[in-house]
Each structure stands twice: as structure tokens, then as C-alpha cells.
């Protein structure tokens, strides 16, 4: 299912595909597009080329690690998500290796990470589905991620499948048309 973005303004066609499905189709992910993805955000800008983001990502094929990726989501994150071909967790080293100073920019950082791997995903026919929703403390402590580290967020990874494999409210969801504000509300000019 496409859902192409209707922009005000000419953008890239990775930028105007690209969007957030819940439906996916079960097939695997391969090894050589799986590590595309972490190398795509191994090349995104960071503060100091720091790069503080980490990832912990395991294909559905890997049963015990994606049910351990899957038990830290929420319930109704759990309820589609099981259905991706891959899950991610996102997080990020809060303080600078360099110097020991905090880091104030690593959730930024970790977020252009994540859109560098989410742009590379899509070029592959890979969709990505980015979630806040999911048990930080449980995520801590089920994978031990250090006090100089914050879980960040979850992703889903896999090829477009069905919206009519969804429950309600999430199949609605994915036949939605895609909106945005517009750039009027977000852009000043000095």
C-alpha cells in the first residue's frame, strides 16, 4: 500500500512515500538489507561525531529475541507490531565519551539516526514504524541498559501488508489519509 505523501512543495520521493504502516506482511528481511539499515545510521551527523546511539534489533526468524524486544511494548503497540519482520530498540548515551560531560543533544542525534535508517529501509521496500509506546523501565532492565543511557524508542521494521489484518482502530488508521501542518505554521523567517 502507498501512501504518498500530497506536499505543498516539491520533496524528495523518499520523503514523500516514506510513512508509518501497522500492517506487515511476515516476509524476513535480509542480512544484507538488515545491516544496510544500522550502516545508513552509523552515518548520520552527531555532536562531537559522538554517534551516542545504540541499537538492539532482532528478526521475527530469532524467536526468543524479538519476544523479548515485543514483551517491552505496550499492549497496543504488541497487538500489530508482532506482525514486523524485525524490532528495534532505540537508546542513547547520555554523556560525551570524550569528556564525561552530558550530552545534550542525544535524543537529536539518536533521531537522525533513526531517519537515516528509516530513509535507507524505505529505499529497500522496508517500512518503518517509530513508537514511543513501550515500557522504558522494563526495557532497562530486561536488556541492562546503564544509568549513562536512556531507552528512546522502538521500531518496527517490514514490508507493507494488509490493512484488513488489523483490529480496529488501527486498520482505519492505516487507510488515513497521510496530513501535515503546513509550513506556515512552523517556519519564521528572521
Same mark, same amino acid.
Given at each position: 500500500?502507498?501512501?504518498?505523501?500530497?506536499?505543498?512543495?516539491?520533496?524528495?520521493?523518499?520523503?514523500?512515500?516514506?510513512?508509518?504502516?501497522?500492517?506487515?506482511?511476515?516476509?524476513?528481511?535480509?542480512?544484507?538489507?538488515?545491516?544496510?539499515?544500522?550502516?545508513?545510521?552509523?552515518?548520520?551527523?552527531?555532536?562531537?561525531?559522538?554517534?551516542?546511539?545504540?541499537?538492539?534489533?532482532?528478526?521475527?526468524?530469532?524467536?526468543?529475541? $524479538? &519476544?523479548?524486544?515485543?514483551?517491552?511494548?505496550?499492549?497496543?503497540?504488541? #497487538?500489530?507490531?508482532?506482525?514486523?519482520? +524485525?524490532?528495534? %530498540?532505540?537508546?542513547?548515551?547520555?554523556?560525551?565519551?570524550?569528556?564525561?560531560?552530558?550530552?545534550?543533544?542525544?535524543?537529536?542525534?539518536?533521531?537522525?539516526?533513526?531517519?537515516?535508517?528509516?530513509?535507507?529501509?524505505?529505499?529497500?521496500?522496508?517500512?518503518?514504524?517509530?513508537?514511543?509506546?513501550?515500557?522504558?523501565?522494563?526495557?532497562?532492565?530486561? $536488556? &541492562?541498559?546503564?544509568?549513562?543511557?536512556?531507552?528512546?524508542?522502538?521500531? #518496527?521494521?517490514?514490508?507493507?501488508?494488509? +490493512?484488513?489484518? %488489523?483490529?480496529?482502530?488501527?486498520?482505519?488508521?492505516?487507510?488515513?489519509?497521510?496530513?501535515?501542518?503546513?509550513?506556515?505554521?512552523?517556519?519564521?523567517?528572521?
Amino acid at each position: 500500500m502507498e501512501k504518498i505523501a500530497e506536499t505543498q512543495y516539491a520533496v524528495h520521493p523518499l520523503i514523500a512515500g516514506r510513512w508509518s504502516p501497522r500492517a506487515f506482511d511476515g516476509k524476513s528481511i535480509t542480512d544484507e538489507s538488515f545491516y544496510a539499515l544500522f550502516e545508513a545510521a552509523s552515518w548520520a551527523p552527531s555532536a562531537m561525531n559522538e554517534q551516542p546511539w545504540r541499537y538492539i534489533a532482532s528478526r521475527k526468524e530469532n524467536e526468543a529475541g $524479538f &519476544e523479548k524486544l515485543l514483551g517491552c511494548l505496550l499492549p497496543g503497540n504488541a #497487538a500489530w507490531a508482532k506482525g514486523a519482520a +524485525a524490532l528495534v %530498540l532505540v537508546y542513547t548515551k547520555l554523556t560525551y565519551t570524550r569528556n564525561g560531560n552530558a550530552n545534550v543533544n542525544a535524543f537529536y542525534d539518536a533521531g537522525s539516526a533513526n531517519q537515516n535508517l528509516l530513509l535507507q529501509a524505505f529505499s529497500e521496500g522496508i517500512y518503518g514504524h517509530v513508537m514511543e509506546g513501550f515500557d522504558k523501565n522494563k526495557a532497562r532492565e530486561v $536488556f &541492562e541498559i546503564g544509568d549513562d543511557f536512556a531507552p528512546v524508542c522502538m521500531i #518496527a521494521l517490514g514490508y507493507p501488508g494488509n +490493512a484488513e489484518q %488489523l483490529e480496529e482502530p488501527f486498520r482505519s488508521r492505516e487507510t488515513a489519509p497521510r496530513s501535515r501542518k503546513p509550513v506556515t505554521e512552523f517556519l519564521q523567517h528572521a
